[in-house]
């Protein structure tokens, strides 16, 4: 494929973007709480290079990663994700979701419903996967989560069991079991609750 027909890959998010707040947040946390880079990524279990590619930016990462800084931090990942306090209803349409999303470093793209809303028990998500874009991993963190395909195939493995879904299936498991996503068709979306 000649480059002129590849997308355009982002460097960086943009700074209004949900990670990008997420980032200066974190870092102003961090500092705050007289903690190093390398302190929180120690305690996180990953490096101090991904730490500071997510406080200025430079990466969005699995919502695993920031589900594990905010425990650090002594916070939630609601709090990462938006400073607003509003209880008022949040209303996204889709073409906004579409053009929000930002690629993490495991390959799929991700958009945090309702961002800016306080005080959530849970984070909504939209996800995208596309097939041959997404790197294998497994993560875990602190929760439950529950997932709807909204589109395409995926196959999701929690632990050792592997699971073949389509449209309009659904998968509830404890998010401390490792887990991890491939995209089975072209493209697939899927919503992702994480509580």
Not at 71 to 92: D, H, I, K, Q, R
Not at 122 to 145: I, T, W
């Amino acid at each position: 494929m000649s480059s002129s027909n590849r997308s355009p890959r982002r460097d960086s998010i943009p700074a209004s973007h949900p990670a990008a707040k997420a980032g200066r947040l974190i870092r102003r946390m961090r500092r705050q709480q007289g903690l190093t880079q390398e302190d929180v990524a120690r305690a996180c279990g990953f490096s101090k290079s991904l730490l500071c590619k997510i406080e200025t930016g430079g990466t969005y990462p699995p919502v695993a990663t920031l589900v594990r800084i905010s425990g650090v931090l002594g916070t939630s990942l609601s709090a990462l994700l938006g400073e607003g306090g509003g209880t008022e209803p949040v209303f996204t349409r889709l073409s906004d979701a579409a053009a929000s999303m930002a690629r993490t470093e495991k390959g799929y793209s991700v958009f945090p419903f309702a961002a800016n809303r306080g005080g959530k028990r849970m984070q909504p998500y939209l996800f995208e996967a596309r097939r041959g874009r997404v790197k294998r991993h497994a993560v875990s963190h602190a929760g439950e989560e529950f997932l709807y395909v909204v589109e395409g195939e995926i196959l999701f493995q929690v632990g050792s069991a592997e699971y073949h879904l389509r449209e309009g299936d659904s998968l509830f498991f404890d998010a401390t079991e490792e887990h991890g996503v491939q995209a089975v068709s072209e493209v697939a979306r899927y919503l992702d609750i994480f509580c």
